[in-house]
């Protein structure tokens, strides 16, 4: 057994783990929303909802933008002439 092998379980079990506690820190999010939402005000939440979206956006942009990069050019070797 290599060592790639043997290091899966200990990655699965990390991954569990981060996403439990992503999990988490979201239901902590959501359950103290109308807090978050009262600091900084109807303009500053409008300000922070339009920032998180264009993240949000350029995250998936970017996702996108791998996988055709990666993607076209092995469905372009792989065709039949």
Not at 20 to 40: E, G
Not at 41 to 63: D, H, K, N, W, Y
């Amino acid at each position: 057994m290599n060592r790639r092998e043997h290091g899966y379980p200990a990655n699965f079990v990390a991954g569990l783990i981060a996403m439990f506690l992503l999990s988490v820190l979201v239901l902590v999010c959501y359950a103290n929303a109308n807090r978050m939402v009262r600091l900084p005000g109807t303009s500053g939440t409008s300000i922070l909802t339009r920032l998180s979206a264009f993240i949000l956006f350029a995250i998936g942009v970017q996702i996108l933008w791998n996988g055709l990069s990666a993607g076209i050019p092995q469905m372009l070797a792989s065709s039949p002439h």
